[in-house]
């Protein structure tokens, strides 16, 4: 917003016979950032201990008082594009000047950036969130060994790579939600590395291990 500082006389009808700028000033005006947060599973609204953990399929809704000539723009550490197409844990689904509707992809965590067009680096203008979603291995889905992630009775998974003697183990892919390990905030951690390795293959960003079992964390 800019003032503008003037001199004037008036004449006997009320009139400006003369007007003369003195100087002028101006001010930043930052009417801050208004969000509102909904995440949804089947429907039905999250709690905020829900939000925690979130699920593949989960639907997040995002609404503000941004307008027309400044819209809402979302971006993660992932994805800075404002599509949302690469990140591998959410995904825009639509969005207008005010409002973004975003649907959980894959197992992950990613953080979430919400601001208006012009607000980067503004903290009036910005709103942060952390999104972590449920890492899943995939039953019953084969690699192209053939061989596929199973499960006890017991709810236990398991993965067998050969049962046949003496046969040297390969990379393998472990089937799994997780879209874009390299990039996805996952950690595999093994309780014994002398039978379990892990790698990324990264021009392909796939999971490859060499083991039965393994755990995952966030």
């Not at 100087?23 to 930052?30: C, M």
């Not at 959410?90 to 005010?98: F, L, M, R």
Request: contains cysteine; hydrophobic residues 30%.
């Amino acid at each position: 917003m800019t003032a503008t500082y003037y001199t004037k006389i008036y004449g006997p009808d009320g009139s400006i016979t003369y007007q003369q700028a003195l100087g002028s000033d101006s001010v930043d005006v930052i009417v801050p950032l208004s969000v509102k947060f909904k995440a949804t599973r089947n429907g039905v609204e999250l709690t905020d201990e829900q939000k925690n953990e979130y699920h593949v399929g989960d639907i997040i809704e995002i609404s503000s008082n941004t307008c027309e000539t400044n819209k809402l723009f979302v971006e993660t550490d992932n994805d800075k594009t404002g599509n949302l197409l690469k990140d591998g844990i959410v995904e825009k689904v639509s969005s207008d000047a005010s409002k973004v509707t975003l649907k959980i992809v894959g197992g992950g965590k990613t953080n979430l950036t919400v601001r208006t067009a012009d607000g980067d680096g503004i903290s009036q203008l910005t709103a942060k969130y952390s999104i972590v979603s449920k890492v899943e291995y995939t039953e019953g889905k084969a690699n192209e060994q053939g061989n596929s992630v199973q499960k006890l009775a017991d709810g236990t998974k398991y993965f067998v790579l050969s049962t046949k003697d003496f046969e040297e183990f390969t990379d393998e892919q472990i089937p799994s939600n997780v879209k874009y390990p390299a990039t996805s905030g996952v950690t595999y951690i093994s309780d014994n590395t002398d039978i379990m390795t892990y790698k990324k293959k990264m021009a392909a960003l796939k999971e490859y291990m060499q083991v039965l079992q393994r755990l995952t964390q966030v």
